[in-house]
């Protein structure tokens, strides 16, 4: 295969990773019981981010492969792309909080995982088994103890994040460039992944999922480890066994797919949009998050709170939502923030405080438990609670009425016209630039800084 369809194929992944994540993001959240909503939500479920993961250890391969003459300024090189990464994802955390993050977790695949390309097959495939082991025995662990470690949490569970990196080296060895291997190994792949995406969209119908959860808490300590196993492992952005099993099924099978896509001259020549997205990843990546926010931000203030939408179109962090300015929830708050500043009677000021009322939702989830005899029952009616809750609950407000709810004013916009605008936004910047240019504008940055650090020579944009 000729070096320019195998990166054309590779940067093709590269930009459905990235148009995966917008939907992710921006689209509707679905899981409402309709099967057009449960499959196309559990399309932009984990697959975008672990793809992008996986062409992260893709990458790694290629930078040893075109560095092989000199290995240890090679590594460096990588050490400081990862140490760029993980800086600028730190940053863009700092900065914003209505999205998780994921370049801070590529960041640690070039940290951790350097010197991986240079080792035989048999060890690289040594390293994915215990990764892989540790990350799923590592979370069920945790949600069975009642105590957590971050190292296994969702949205990015570091573990599982670092086997997909693995896995890339090992796509990058035996797939990338070889056509043949391609053909066979897609087959394998799209049977696996439509198994795990099947059961995933059975998983989302039986156990909706729950904007308020703190998913950094034990989910499962009264579930049978069996169901758990069962049940929960495909969950994605778990790093569970299930999961990994799906995602990685699924970036293989995109993989070779585009590679063996970008073979044909008028299909490489037409998917050129996607394939400048894809060859300017980081441009498109961070403008993309900060786009988003902007939508998705509305009335949320930037110090959000850290719940993950795990289950749904995410990872998203999500905040109570604050009206937007001029509406009719505006007003009522404004008029409601006007009573409670005036000034208050003396008879009151030395009243003693209330004690804190018992939490409605939570008084409601006990009256219907009581109602369940079986645990079918149980399962069927806490399902039940889940989804009304997050239909009808804006992120906390148990008494908020779910007719009332203005999509415009709340800036809560997910649906599929916000998602596809933006991104055609970035499909049609990232195609104008690299008319112009060979790099993206932060790509040329991090070769700069990595060059001025490593490799001491000048680098062009063009």
């Not at 995933?200 to 909706?208: D, E, G, I, L, Y």
């Not at 995109?254 to 996607?274: E, K, S």
Request: a negative charge; charged letters at 20%.
């Amino acid at each position: 295969m000729k070096a320019a369809f195998r990166f054309d194929g590779i940067d093709l992944a590269r930009g459905l990773a990235i148009v995966g994540m917008v939907f992710a993001h921006l689209g509707p959240t679905g899981f409402d019981g309709g099967v057009i909503a449960d499959y196309t939500s559990t399309a932009f479920a984990g697959y975008p981010s672990a793809l992008f993961a996986v062409l992260a250890g893709v990458s790694l391969g290629l930078f040893h492969e075109r560095g092989a003459d000199d290995p240890v300024r090679t590594r460096l090189a990588t050490l400081v792309r990862g140490v760029i990464l993980l800086v600028a994802g730190t940053l863009m955390s700092m900065v914003q909080s209505t999205i998780a993050i994921v370049l801070s977790t590529i960041a640690v695949i070039y940290l951790l995982l350097f010197w991986l390309p240079r080792c035989k097959t048999w060890v690289i495939s040594v390293v994915i088994a215990v990764l892989a082991a540790v990350s799923s025995v590592g979370f069920v662990l945790v949600e069975l103890v009642p105590f957590g470690f971050e190292l296994f949490m969702p949205p990015y569970p570091v573990l599982a994040w670092l086997t997909y990196g693995a896995v890339g080296v090992l796509v990058h060895r035996f797939l990338v460039g070889n056509t043949k291997a391609q053909a066979i190994a897609v087959v394998p792949a799209l049977l696996l992944a439509a198994v795990g995406f099947v059961i995933r969209v059975n998983n989302a119908a039986v156990f909706p999922y729950d904007p308020l959860a703190d998913y950094t808490e034990p989910q499962f300590d009264k579930e049978p480890l069996v169901q758990l196993l069962l049940t929960q492992s495909f969950e994605p952005h778990t790093g569970l066994f299930g999961d990994l099993l799906a995602s990685i099924t699924c970036a293989i099978a995109v993989i070779c797919l585009c590679c063996l896509l970008c073979q044909v001259r008028w299909a490489n020549i037409l998917a050129y949009p996607l394939r400048a997205v894809g060859a300017m990843a980081l441009t498109t990546y961070v403008a993309h998050v900060f786009i988003a926010g902007f939508f998705m931000l509305g009335g949320i203030p930037l110090d959000a709170g850290k719940t993950f939408d795990i289950s749904g179109t995410g990872p998203v962090q999500y905040s109570r939502v604050e009206p937007a300015e001029g509406s009719v929830h505006e007003s009522t708050e404004s008029e409601s923030v006007a009573e409670t500043d005036k000034p208050e009677k003396p008879d009151e000021i030395n009243k003693p405080a209330k004690p804190d009322e018992p939490d409605p939702s939570f008084q409601r989830y006990q009256k219907i438990i009581q109602e369940a005899d079986t645990w079918q029952e149980y399962d069927e009616l806490t399902a039940e609670f889940w989804d009304g809750k997050s239909k009808g609950w804006v992120l906390g407000d148990d008494e908020f009425d779910p007719d009332e709810l203005d999509v415009k004013d709340t800036g809560q916009i997910h649906n599929w016209a916000t998602a596809a605008w933006n991104a055609l936004g970035l499909i049609v910047f990232a195609a104008v630039w690299k008319v112009f240019f060979r790099r993206g504008p932060l790509e040329w940055v991090v070769a700069r800084l990595i060059n001025k650090a490593v490799l001491r020579k000048e680098v062009s944009m063009q």
